[in-house]
């Protein structure tokens, strides 16, 4: 863990949780640990399956009937597994603020946006009907909504992917919370409308100085908004480091292999590069590093023993027994024959 002077607004501590499935129980998280500062932001980033969402819905307290839970999550120094009855309800009503994926399918189809934004404020803040309906009004024309007051009259199904996606911010930052978790708040919609939704978010998390944990598969998204990123593989913790630093400087080849995955538009190249094989869930995953079966640097070493989370000087974490002798070579081609007659060439050849 990287060093604080104060205690951060979230700090998680060796978290795993385990789901029954068919009687047992599988395991999701494995070990993740992190610390998120007030007013700051921090992007989960990784392939499906890699625990994001499991992390976001296991601070948040919505873990299904029976799931196994180790580690602690606490939140402004007090753990949010011992809070109940009222102290559960404020902690998920005024604490903490969820933006989800999809948002047609947390508004409720048959009532209007109005009531879906002003619910919250009467029931929670004890508002009247009247008072709710004007700060709803006034919220929605904060994250970029015109005509707020006929768009409070209209159903979910009248209003694009986009705006729907302003009133589902406007619900969240309506309580005023120290912490926002966005889930992929942004995959359905188009790249322009993303940029306004993301610059709307970033607008109203400056204005009232809350936390961010984004969650998202886009690095390119994670780098341009957030401070630090984390990626996670089957469950766990594969490299922390600062987002910019993240994409010039991978430290763990899961993270390198990525960058190189993702489209460049500033060049065309002969292959597009992927990831061999299949994500790994945690429980799947086997003895040794988790990434093993895919990574083009795994030695015999990497099968054996989970490696530990490990500082690398000054810049990140990375769970990777590789890093100090791979770090400024995992970015660099790698040469691969179509087939056995053909002459290798790089993913990388550049077509002018």
């Known amino acids: 863990m990287n060093a604080a002077t104060s205690s951060p607004l979230l700090r998680v501590s060796g978290l795993t ?15 993740v640990s992190f610390d ?3 007013g700051r932001t921090l992007g989960l980033v990784g392939e499906s399956g890699s625990g994001k969402s499991m992390t976001v819905r296991t601070i948040s307290r919505l873990l299904p009937e029976g799931a196994d839970v180790t580690g602690t999550v606490r939140f402004d120094g007090r753990d949010v597994f011992d809070l109940r009855g009222d102290a559960l309800r404020a902690y998920r009503g005024s604490d903490v603020a969820m933006i989800f994926q999809d948002a047609r399918a947390y508004t409720n189809p048959v009532r209007r946006i109005g009531d879906f934004l002003t619910e919250a404020m009467r029931t929670n803040d004890r508002m009247t009907q009247a008072a709710a309906e004007k700060r709803a009004t006034a919220i929605l024309a904060e994250v970029g909504i015109g005509d707020p007051e006929r768009r409070m009259r209209q159903y979910p199904h009248e209003l694009s992917g986009g705006l729907l996606q302003r009133v ?4 969240a930052v309506a309580a005023r919370p120290r912490l926002i978790l966005a889930d992929e708040p942004t995959t359905a919609l188009d790249v322009t409308t993303q940029a306004e939704v993301m610059a709307i978010l970033g607008r109203m998390q400056h204005e009232y100085g809350m936390a961010l944990l984004f969650i998202t598969h886009d690095l390119e998204l994670a780098g341009a ?26 430290l763990h080849p899961y993270t390198a292999a990525l960058v190189q995955a993702r489209p460049d538009i500033e060049r065309r190249i002969v292959r597009l590069p992927a990831i061999p094989g299949n994500p790994t869930t945690a429980y799947e995953a086997p003895d040794g590093c988790a990434f093993a079966p895919r990574c083009r640097f795994a030695e015999e070493r990497c099968t054996h023993g989970v490696p530990p989370l490990l500082q690398v000087g000054t810049v990140g974490e990375a769970r990777c027994v590789r890093t100090p002798e791979l770090r400024g070579r995992m970015l660099q081609p790698e040469v691969v024959a179509d087939d056995a007659e053909s002459p290798a060439r790089s993913d990388e050849e550049v077509v002018r």
Do not use: F, W
């Open 17 to 31: 949780v385990g789901l029954p499935v068919a009687g047992a129980l599988r395991t999701v998280l494995r070990d």
């Open 36 to 38: 998120l500062e007030a």
């Open 225 to 250: 908004t957030c401070d630090e990123t984390i990626v996670l593989y089957a469950g766990q913790v594969m490299e922390r480091q600062p987002s910019t630093r993240l994409h010039r400087d991978p």
């Open 168 to 171: 589902m911010i406007a619900s």
